[in-house]
């Protein structure tokens, strides 16, 4: 059950088994979430709702994740919405390729309710001053 004050985490993955996955780890923790399927999706979505985080799957068809990440961290709507990229994918280089985009984090698949609500935290803190 989502608890008051916790903010919308917007999950967009193209295999929707994972993200109901992840959905029903995150209400379990109180976080409410939407889940998209598609980047276009995912955008829209995005602007739309204003989520708190996004959750994306860097894997997307015809490359789709790291595009959609690109234009999340460009688009002045969306800027400001860390971005935790999921992937299971094992290439070791993707890690730094994506944090040097601006990710705010990443893990990989299968990914567990600890890891994930950790790398939750840790993205939605804020900056210290």
């Known amino acids: 059950m989502a608890e008051p004050g916790k903010p919308t985490v917007l999950i ?3 295999d929707q088994v994972v993200g109901q996955q ?5 209400r379990a923790a109180g976080y409410p979430s939407l889940t998209t399927l598609d980047p276009v999706q995912g955008f829209m979505a995005a602007q739309r709702e204003r989520p708190g985080l996004i959750l994306l799957d860097v894997n997307l068809p015809a490359g789709g994740g790291l595009r959609l990440l690109d234009r999340l961290l460009k688009a002045t709507t969306t800027q400001l919405i860390p971005v935790i990229v999921i992937t299971a994918s094992d290439d070791r280089d993707l890690e730094v390729q994506v944090r040097a985009k601006g990710a705010a984090g990443f893990l990989h698949k299968p990914i567990g309710s600890d890891p994930l609500l950790a790398a939750v935290a840790a993205a939605l803190k804020p900056p210290a001053t």
């Open 22 to 26: 992840l959905s029903a780890l995150l």
């Open 12 to 14: 967009v993955d193209d």
